[in-house]
C-alpha cells in the first residue's frame, strides 16, 4: 500500500535536477550497508530533510549517532518502517529533527572546512 506515498523516480538527467525533485520530499531515507563516506545523507541535511539512515559506521559518524533524524537496524524492514512512520506522523518529533540537523549540517559547510584547513595549514607553518 505504498502507491499513494512514495515514488520512484529512477535516474536523473544531471545532479541539479535530483536536488530539485529532493526537495519536495518530507524525509531522507538511505538503506544502504555499504557506503565510503554517505555525502548523500549531508545532501539530505541541507535540503532540510530528516534522515532516516541505517546503522552503517560512515552514516553514524556522519549524524554523530543519529542527530537530526533517526536510525534503524541495517537489513530490519520493519524497524525502517517504524522510523519512517515517526516521522511523517509525529510532528513535535518530526519538527525537532529538523532543528538538530540545521545546527549539525554547519559542520559540513565546505567554506567554513577550507578556512580552517588554511589556519591550521598557516598555523603549522609559523
Same mark, same amino acid.
Not at 534503524?72 to 511523517?88: G, R
Not at 529533527?97 to 545546527?103: A, I, P, R, S
Given at each position: 500500500?505504498?502507491?499513494?506515498?512514495?515514488?520512484?523516480?529512477?535516474?536523473?538527467?544531471?545532479?541539479?535536477?535530483?536536488?530539485?525533485?529532493?526537495?519536495?520530499?518530507?524525509?531522507?531515507?538511505?538503506?544502504?550497508?555499504?557506503?565510503?563516506?554517505?555525502?548523500?545523507?549531508?545532501?539530505?541535511?541541507?535540503?532540510?530533510?530528516? %534522515?532516516?539512515?541505517?546503522?552503517? *559506521?560512515?552514516?553514524?559518524?556522519?549524524? $554523530?549517532?543519529?542527530?537530526? &533524524?533517526? /536510525? +534503524?537496524?541495517?537489513?530490519?524492514?520493519?524497524?525502517?518502517?517504524?522510523?519512517?512512520?515517526?516521522?511523517?506522523?509525529?510532528?513535535? %518529533?518530526?519538527?525537532?529533527?529538523? *532543528?538538530?540537523?540545521?545546527?549539525?549540517? $554547519?559542520?559540513?559547510?565546505? &567554506?567554513? /572546512? +577550507?578556512?580552517?584547513?588554511?589556519?591550521?595549514?598557516?598555523?603549522?607553518?609559523?
Amino acid at each position: 500500500n505504498l502507491a499513494d506515498n512514495v515514488k520512484f523516480f529512477g535516474s536523473y538527467k544531471n545532479h541539479e535536477e535530483m536536488l530539485r525533485e529532493a526537495k519536495k520530499a518530507h524525509i531522507f531515507v538511505s538503506a544502504s550497508t555499504v557506503e565510503g563516506f554517505g555525502i548523500t545523507v549531508i545532501e539530505g541535511m541541507a535540503l532540510g530533510l530528516p %534522515s532516516i539512515i541505517s546503522d552503517i *559506521k560512515p552514516f553514524l559518524e556522519i549524524t $554523530k549517532n543519529g542527530v537530526g &533524524g533517526e /536510525i +534503524f537496524e541495517q537489513n530490519n524492514a520493519a524497524d525502517l518502517a517504524q522510523k519512517i512512520k515517526l516521522q511523517l506522523t509525529n510532528k513535535r %518529533s518530526y519538527q525537532q529533527k529538523v *532543528k538538530e540537523e540545521q545546527q549539525l549540517v $554547519k559542520d559540513y559547510d565546505w &567554506g567554513d /572546512i +577550507f578556512s580552517t584547513y588554511i589556519q591550521n595549514i598557516t598555523g603549522a607553518v609559523q
